[in-house]
């Protein structure tokens, strides 16, 4: 077992991401995630199909009433699910596990991509510290993160 805890741990830790990053009604990584008024966040389609017709009802989590039909789309919720979709995959180029974010381009490296010439000038941080920042928005509210 000790032969994997790192490699364990670093699962825990995508898992865990991952997690949160779950619509509540589909129990899927979110698609085209919106944000309600109260913060909560869900995908468009789920949210529009569970208000049915009328196309506004309660929050399915806080059960808050929304009566005016506001779906903004949350962006950052976005980009976070594509970070923590590249847990999973490798660089393309260099067959090497995505483990960082480069602020720059907005895009997913690898440990060989971040020494390159190209990302060395940028800002590049590790995948976990980018998916915290871009999901404060979607969690500001959870009282686990105070
Ligand atoms: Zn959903
Ligand atoms: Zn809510
Ligand atoms: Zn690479
Ligand atoms: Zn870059």
New binding site residues.
């Given amino acids: 077992m000790w032969r994997n805890w790192r490699k364990s741990r670093d699962e825990q830790k995508s898992k865990e991401l991952r997690d949160e990053l779950v619509?509540s009604?589909?129990l899927?990584s979110?698609?085209d995630p919106v944000i309600l008024d109260c913060g909560h966040s869900?995908?468009q389609?789920?949210i529009t199909k569970c208000w049915g017709a009328s196309g506004t009802g309660l929050c399915p989590q806080c059960r808050k009433p929304l009566p005016k039909r506001e779906l903004r789309p949350n962006k950052s919720l976005e980009e976070a699910v594509n970070i923590a979709r590249g847990l999973d995959e490798e660089c393309e180029k260099h067959e090497e596990v995505l483990k960082f974010f480069c602020k720059e381009d907005r895009t997913l490296v690898c440990r060989v991509c971040r020494e390159s010439r190209e990302h060395r000038a940028h800002t590049v941080i590790p995948i976990e510290a980018a998916a915290e920042e871009f999901k404060v928005g979607h969690l500001r509210r959870n009282p686990r993160r105070g």
Avoid: G, R, T
């Fill in positions: 619509c009604i589909c899927d979110f698609k869900y995908c389609a789920c």
